[in-house]
Nanobody, 128 residues
Framework: VQLQASGGGLVQAGGSLRLSCAAS????????MAWFRQAPGKEREFVAA????????YYADSVKGRFAISRDNAKNTVYLQTNSLTPEDTAVYYC??????????????????????WGLGTQVTVSS
């Protein structure tokens, strides 16, 4: 599975970006998908996740109410709509895919080790 993230850029505080993650090599409907981010000098952290059927969404507390994850399985693509961005959201955003069919609870969705595939990331920079 190859994951290609796009949509990052430079935006002012309060602005929005829509990130996309296109999957190839395997039908995305067979994959649980997530977004993580990593700021300079910090560990990679969970942002949001959506299971293969999209029946539920999981969010980190820091982005709840501002970000929205969605998926279009017909296009093998997962999206992250980011709104009300702040400088603290500045990071490289990575999409990740999990091919496991074990239950996908929020604690498991937040576990980086759960994911089998990672994209290269897209830079989001929020200026104050």
């Amino acid at each position: 599975v190859q994951l290609q993230a796009s949509g990052g850029g430079l935006v002012q505080a309060g602005g929005s970006l829509r990130l996309s993650c296109a999957a190839s090599g395997r039908t995305s409907s067979n994959l649980n998908m997530a977004w993580f981010r990593q700021a300079p000098g910090k560990e990679r952290e969970f942002v949001a996740a959506i299971p293969r059927r999209g029946e539920i969404r999981y969010y980190a507390d820091s982005v709840k109410g501002r970000f929205a994850i969605s998926r279009d399985n017909a296009k093998n693509t997962v999206y992250l709509q980011t709104n009300s961005l702040t400088p603290e959201d500045t990071a490289v955003y990575y999409c990740a895919a999990d091919a496991d069919y074990r239950p996908f609870t929020i604690s498991q969705a937040m576990d980086r080790d759960r994911y089998d595939y990672w994209g290269l990331g897209t830079q989001v920079t929020v200026s104050s």
